[in-house]
């Protein structure tokens, strides 16, 4: 457990030499483990309330490490559980009170766990559009410019597919090298070709009465997915005429 350096005097403000953590050394002592974090997405935990940093009498943001490690279980519960934060919020603070909770199970399967299939298929992983906002550091006008090209686009029920965090970080990733989401609508528009050869290939399996024939159907999507994208990688870099590692 990490120590928690002494603060104020209890009404939220500290002294600027307290010791604690300034919001660029906590996204310091977080990007190790989480190369993604930017402090935007560490403002919207707080703003939250799954984090709560005192002020120094001129505003800015003091962490303890007790924060840090808060930030910490957060970020690792969104990413290996795909919980929402509200869910979050309230397991951390039952055990900040003692209470012996359980973690919830939503979101992906977790190891050593057997797969829960419901009749009409696979549950898909799924979070809200505040947890694609935050896990990719991003606001409410990219999210919406991306969904005007179809980079991006919402389940029917408003949720996303938890895919959508990777996708979203890696148009901010791209858009570090001057390459404009107007410009990706070619690579969705391949993707979208791809995804529609495979899914002609195991349309007929899909359809199939027998559950296990159906089963089989997602394995084969799975394999195929992973082809199709070797493929591609492949052809990319032949057409630079690069090698990546």
Do not use: C
């Not at 391949?190 to 559950?211: F, S, T």
């Amino acid at each position: 457990m990490l120590q928690t350096p002494s603060g104020g005097a209890g009404n939220g403000t500290v002294a600027p030499d307290s010791g604690l953590m300034s919001i660029g050394a906590v996204l310091n002592a977080l990007r190790d483990e989480f190369p993604d974090i930017t402090i935007s997405k560490i403002r919207f935990l707080e703003s939250e309330g799954l984090v709560e940093p005192r002020r120094t009498p001129a505003g800015y943001r003091k962490f303890s490490a007790h924060d840090v490690e808060r930030l910490a279980r957060v970020l690792r519960m969104q990413r290996d559980h795909y919980l929402p934060l509200k869910v979050i919020r309230e397991h951390l603070d039952a055990m900040e009170r003692g209470e012996a909770v359980p973690l919830p199970a939503l979101g992906r399967q977790r190891d050593g766990e057997p797969a829960r299939e419901p009749a009409e298929g696979p549950t898909v992983a799924r979070i809200g559009r505040e947890e694609l906002l935050a896990g990719a550091g991003i606001g409410e006008r990219e999210l919406e410019e991306w969904e005007s090209y179809g980079l991006l686009a919402p389940l029917p029920d408003g949720s996303y597919d938890a895919e959508a965090v990777t996708v979203a970080s890696l148009v901010v990733q791209l858009g570090g090298f001057g390459i404009e989401p107007r410009h990706l609508r070619v690579m969705k528009a391949a993707a979208d070709r791809e995804a529609g050869l495979v899914d002609q290939v195991v349309a007929p399996l899909k359809r199939h009465r027998n559950p296990q024939t159906r089963a089989h159907a997602e394995a084969r999507t799975k394999e195929l997915a992973g082809l199709a994208v070797k493929l591609h990688a492949a052809l990319v870099q032949t057409a630079l005429g690069v090698r990546l590692p």
